[in-house]
């Protein structure tokens, strides 16, 4: 694949940040977009930037440069401890995040200065992915959110209770080697009943079915890769497939539910 032809990239809008941003996310229906990231003295980081379009401009005048569209900050919160994810899945108007403290929180972008829910020891370590899936955001059932962490666990959460409903792991020899989840994720949830879970590890894709969640160590399917550090999953709701992708520029496409795989590329 030569250079005219490959996908590309363009800058349209930048912005520097006195911080370390690690997710960034479109607030749903707006022209606004929350950053989540790790201040140099290791709290926490909440911004949200408002998209400015100025159609002000002068036709006469095509040098000036204050009428380019700019990001404006609207609002900065410092918090205790760095944001490593977030998510609007389960809501659209609430920012589910996952922190260096393990911590598990649920916040209104209208009043920042504390969170509406809060599982300050979801995790015994830094929550490195998070995920959520609710009737308006394309799935069916409640409103859950999933959460994968340093300490190789993958818990699914109900806004409603501090508790997780249900706590899952890799094999018991993944898990004594002390690996991470890298990344989770919800999918394949065509009815209350069908909702999937996939958890990507060193080299591992663990799926778990809804139906057996209850079940702490019981794996409904696992794929075994050459590449490590599954740091990225997502399942295809039209073609009833999923695509995992590494640190090492590899991605797999797989057919969920054949457990066949599909496709291997590498760029």
């Not at 709290?43 to 036709?59: A, P, R, V």
């Not at 995040?97 to 809060?118: H, P, Q, R, S, Y």
Request: include cysteine; hydrophobic fraction near 35%.
């Amino acid at each position: 694949m030569n250079s005219i032809n490959s996908p590309q990239i363009i800058s349209i809008i930048s912005s520097s940040v006195p911080y370390t941003a690690f997710e960034t996310l479109w607030i749903p229906n707006t022209a606004k977009c929350v950053v989540l990231g790790e201040n140099p003295r290791r709290t926490g980081n909440i911004s949200i930037y408002q998209l400015d379009f100025n159609n002000n401009q002068n036709e006469n005048d095509e040098k000036c440069e204050n009428n380019k569209s700019t990001l404006k900050l609207e609002v900065r919160e410092s918090k205790a401890f760095g944001f490593k994810c977030g998510t609007f899945g389960q809501s659209n108007e609430q920012l589910a995040t996952g922190d260096f403290n393990g911590t598990l929180n649920i916040w209104d972008l209208e009043k920042l200065d504390k969170a509406v829910f809060c599982a300050s020891n979801a995790h015994s370590k830094i929550i490195n992915s998070i995920d959520g899936i609710s009737a308006s955001n394309g799935g069916n059932g409640a409103a859950e959110l999933v959460t994968g962490s340093r300490d190789g666990t993958v818990k699914v959460w109900d806004p409603r209770t501090i508790k997780p409903v249900s706590e899952m792991r890799a094999s018991k020899n993944e898990t004594a080697r002390g690996r991470d989840c890298w990344s989770v994720c919800f999918g394949n949830s065509y009815n209350a009943q069908n909702r999937m879970i996939a958890a990507g590890y060193e080299n591992l894709c663990y799926l778990w079915r809804r139906s057996i969640f209850l079940s702490i160590d019981s794996d409904f399917h696992f794929f075994s890769f050459p590449f490590f550090g599954l740091v990225q999953s997502q399942f295809d709701p039209i073609q009833n497939g999923q695509i995992i992708g590494s640190i090492h520029c590899d991605f797999k496409i797989l057919q969920s539910f054949a457990g066949k795989d599909r496709r291997n590329n590498s760029f």
